[in-house]
């Protein structure tokens, strides 16, 4: 049986312009259906519920608030949001931007988020002349790069790990169960994760204590004679007491979270009426991710093997700046400047 009224033959990649958006404006005003005016104009009822949200204004009609479809809002919208858009897999109109990144990998082992942000940052390619990160990873997985997964850490590291539950949990403190749910927000300066990276297994090599404060992402690194728990206590104390005599800078630490590892068996002893110490559950790194990611970015400069007193501390120094500049989204001194 044949069907004489059907809608089953839709146009394709075609888009409303100006004169069919004023006539989507006339029907809804008139009360027709949506279902009528897609048939009209032989379109899917999606474009048209898409093309009403894009084009709805909030206006103010005998004291009251509608909301109301404008063929001149929704055209105004549409035309901002085909600025952005072009095709991406025209290697060829942002090959500078591609070689650009890959030189950043290869050569200074960035990540391609840390590219994208800071070209973005620097105003270093036109909009056009760049994409984003989500599109270079299609690139890297679709062969069309000079670079390989292999040259990027995480890709290749990154895995589904099963849950593992412990029965004799180590109780070294506090649980961060107990910790305040507002320092979840990042809203208070004042708050740290500590822990520590290790260069060798060597019991003589020192250790980076490296610690982080949630809200302005501040990234400190103390040199540790080693991963003693007596040790990592009184260095900690140590730079613990560079502002605690000083009233106004003693709120500068109100607490810090560590894990369940032995080094850190001694730091609860550091425990006053403003500074609170605690341990977060075992198996639970995402509890303390922001100092896991520092650390593994410090890692890409530092790997396993390589021994800590060897490096100087001008090197360090200059690694905790790079990390902070360049492989870091968040703007550091934005939010330092707003701590204070």
């Known amino acids: 049986m044949d069907y004489i009224n059907h809608n089953t033959t839709l146009r394709t990649n075609k888009h409303l312009n100006l004169e069919e958006r004023f006539y989507v404006e ?10 009528a005016i897609a048939t009209v104009l032989g379109c899917s009822r999606t474009t048209i519920y898409t093309e009403l949200k894009r084009g ?21 919208t549409y035309e901002q949001q085909r600025l952005g858009s072009f095709n991406t897999m025209k290697l060829g109109s942002i090959e500078s931007f591609i070689l650009w990144v890959e030189e950043k990998v290869c050569k200074e082992h960035w990540s391609f988020d840390a590219a994208v942000g800071y070209a973005k940052r620097q105003c270093i390619f036109a909009r056009n002349e760049m994409v984003c990160t ?9 062969g069309l790069l000079g670079v390989k997964a292999i ?38 300066f004042g708050h740290w994760e500590i822990d520590t990276v290790r260069g060798t297994k060597d019991k003589t090599d020192d250790v980076l204590i490296s610690l982080i404060e949630r809200k302005s992402r501040l990234y400190v690194a103390l040199r540790c004679p080693s991963a003693r728990a007596g040790d990592v206590k009184e260095t900690l104390e140590t730079w613990l007491s560079t502002f605690r005599n000083n009233v106004e800078l003693k709120l500068l630490c109100k607490t810090i979270t560590a894990d369940n590892g032995l080094e850190f068996a001694d730091i609860s002893d550091l425990e006053d009426e403003i500074l609170s110490i605690y341990f977060a559950r075992p198996y639970s790194a995402w509890e303390r991710g922001s100092i896991e990611r520092h650390n593994d970015l410090l890692r890409r400069f530092i790997p396993k093997g390589k021994r800590i007193e060897s490096i100087s501390e001008h090197t360090l120094r200059q690694l905790f700046t790079g990390i902070i500049t360049h492989h870091v989204r968040y703007n550091i001194i934005k939010h330092l400047k707003k701590s204070f």
């Open 134 to 142: 989500k599109t270079l990873y299609n690139h890297l997985h679709q």
């Open 26 to 35: 006339k029907r809804i005003a008139a009360g027709d259906s949506v279902t």
């Open 56 to 76: 709805s204004v909030v206006q103010i009609r005998q004291g009251k608030a509608r909301l109301v479809y404008l063929a001149d809002s929704g055209q105004l």
């Open 151 to 188: 040259d990027l850490p995480l890709v290749t590291r990154r895995s589904r790990r099963k849950s593992v539950s412990s029965k004799y949990k180590r109780e070294l403190g506090k649980s961060i169960e107990l910790r305040d749910a507002t320092i979840e927000t990042r809203e208070e």
